[in-house]
């Protein structure tokens, strides 16, 4: 067996968050290119793909057009002495809790921010789920080959809203025709830009006055000189680069480039392995701290991904390693149920082959191949002492749908497949006062789409769904409860525990009712 701690200190495990086109999926093929898992650059993106009715990820387009093996959901590979874990969060048709719950298996996160655009509403609501684990961001400003909004704008606008301080590690000298290339803060040198993609870039040291020594025509470059000035009214007003606030999430280095161009992308990457922490120790249920270098395997289920296909059945559920060495064939125990499992069928994620698990380690994922054994949230472990993992987080949904069965001879199948499936994760139930009538939530259409097809297909359960719309979902306390309380503006639902759950047409209705029951606190799940 190789050094375990060595082992584990060269994984880097995250996620990219972003809003849908910010150049999630390009700069993560500028990352297989770097990393020889794939030889040549191009638009993975498929045409047509809004007319697949379950969108495929990004990834499964990389890997029809290239011609090689990438899973759908998680993909290794080697970057410069690094085992690089990446996890797909879905921003498009396929976004859903498991996007959320992804970012809880992460041990770092890519932002990747479209310098025209700012701060776009899914980064913001993706960042606000990374945040609240305290895990380090490192935003990556994209598109700097196009005219974009001034970068002390940007940065500026970043800091306001999300609340995160930021460190520029770079600044660009110029942008969109005018791009000269990046003044870098963090290697002390200037980065030109290539002429051609093909045209290397080129690396000049600064001297101790942060100025570039001898003669360049660049240096006449009203670019070059506006970028020396930004950058040292940084050095002296902004924050001071500290790797504790960065690793604890409190303070985001920020790097800017261009994903389509490849240009400061690699300066990112390399950043990128050098600060992200590997995976480190976790607090347990019951307050025992455990050692990724602990020798006993233990992960947990992040995420189940259910096949479509009808003719089968099977699950994929992720597993996040924790701790020690996972062998293929090894012996489990189920937290939840106390039984024993061996997990023969297994796959890992590589960028350049689909092979069955030998072996893996802390902070790298696996699939199970799995036929309703587990849920999300369960712990698995070798050994006899009980590893048991807190629990994941409940994410507030934000979509609602009215749902009733269409025969109501099959009310029966209905029940069971909805307890089922809300207790999988797959979806969230609420019921109305008084009529019990039935509504669901989710932080994405597609998981009422899929709600659907598994109740047809695995309990035989056909149902209307009455769209509701976006809702605002805040919670009560139940003894501050007053009958005036519910209006037209909002519904009052409960929840799965008969909490009381106030639905909100919009933010206004929620402000109308906070100013009118001012001592009434509402609360949101994450
Ligand atoms: P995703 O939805 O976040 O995965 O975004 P994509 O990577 O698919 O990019 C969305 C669009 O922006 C595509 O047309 C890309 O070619 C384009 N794009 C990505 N990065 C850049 C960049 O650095 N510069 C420019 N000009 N376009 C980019």
Avoid: C
């Avoid at 086109?21 to 794939?38: C, H, P, R």
């Avoid at 990438?70 to 002495?81: F, I, L, W």
């Avoid at 696996?366 to 070798?382: F, H, K």
């Amino acid at each position: 067996m190789k050094d375990l701690a060595q082992e584990v200190n060269r994984r880097r495990t995250f996620a990219i968050i972003s809003h849908p086109d910010a150049g999630k999926t390009t700069i993560t093929e500028q990352l297989l290119l770097f990393s020889g898992a794939i030889r040549e650059a191009g638009t993975v993106k498929a045409k047509g793909k809004k007319s697949n009715k379950f969108a495929k990820s990004d990834w499964m387009e990389i890997e029809q057009q290239r011609g090689i093996s990438v899973t759908s959901s998680v993909m290794q590979v080697d970057y410069d002495g690094y085992q690089v874990n990446i996890l797909d969060t879905p921003g498009h048709e396929d976004f859903s809790e498991d996007t959320y719950r992804t970012l809880m298996a992460v041990d770092a996160a890519v932002m990747v921010v479209d310098s025209g655009k700012g701060i776009e509403p899914q980064t913001k609501r993706l960042f606000e789920v990374v945040s609240h684990r305290g895990i380090p961001v490192f935003t990556f400003m994209n598109k700097l080959d196009r005219d974009g909004l001034e970068p002390l704008d940007l940065v500026a606008e970043l800091e306001e809203v999300l609340g995160i301080d930021a460190y520029p590690m770079n600044w660009p000298m110029g942008m969109g025709r005018e791009l000269l290339g990046l003044y870098d803060l963090y290697n002390q040198r200037v980065e030109l830009r290539g002429k051609t993609s093909e045209d290397p870039e080129t690396y000049i040291d600064l001297d101790e006055s942060g100025d570039v020594p001898g003669d360049y025509d660049f240096k006449q470059s009203s670019v070059y000189t506006q970028a020396m000035e930004d950058a040292q009214l940084l050095h002296e007003a902004g924050n001071d680069f500290d790797l504790e606030r960065i690793q604890q999430g409190k303070l985001t280095p920020v790097f800017f480039g261009s994903a389509l161009t490849g240009f400061g992308v690699q300066t990112f990457f390399d950043a990128f392995v050098d600060l992200a922490p590997a995976p480190s120790t976790v607090e347990l249920e019951d307050g025992r701290m455990l050692e990724p270098t602990a020798e006993e395997f233990s992960g947990f289920v992040f995420k189940i991904q259910a096949n479509m296909n009808p003719a089968h059945r099977d699950r994929i559920a992720f597993i996040r390693i924790s701790s020690g060495e996972f062998e293929k064939g090894m012996n489990v125990s189920l937290e939840r149920t106390g039984k024993t499992m061996r997990l023969a069928h297994t796959t890992q994620f590589m960028a350049d082959a689909r092979e069955e698990v030998e072996t893996a380690i802390a902070g790298d994922i696996i699939g199970l191949y799995d036929t309703g054994n587990l849920q999300i949230g369960d712990s698995i472990y070798e050994g006899r002492e009980a590893i048991k993992f807190k629990p994941l987080p409940q994410f507030t949904p934000e979509l609602f749908m009215k749902v009733t069965p269409k025969n109501v001879m099959k009310q029966k199948s209905f029940h069971k497949g909805i307890e089922q499936l809300v207790q999988e994760g797959a979806i969230q139930l609420y019921k109305t006062y008084h009529t019990e009538e039935y509504i669901l939530g989710a932080v994405g259409q597609l998981q009422f789409e899929v709600f659907q097809h598994r109740l047809l297909h695995e309990y035989k359960a056909e149902v209307e769904m009455i769209p509701m719309g976006n809702k605002i979902a805040r919670w009560v306390d139940p003894e501050a409860m007053e009958p005036n309380m519910s209006s037209s503006r909002n519904l009052l639902v409960k929840d799965i525990e008969g909490q009381p759950v106030f639905l909100f047409e919009n933010s206004f209705a929620e402000n109308w009712f906070k100013d009118k029951h001012p001592d009434v606190e509402l609360y949101q799940l994450l």
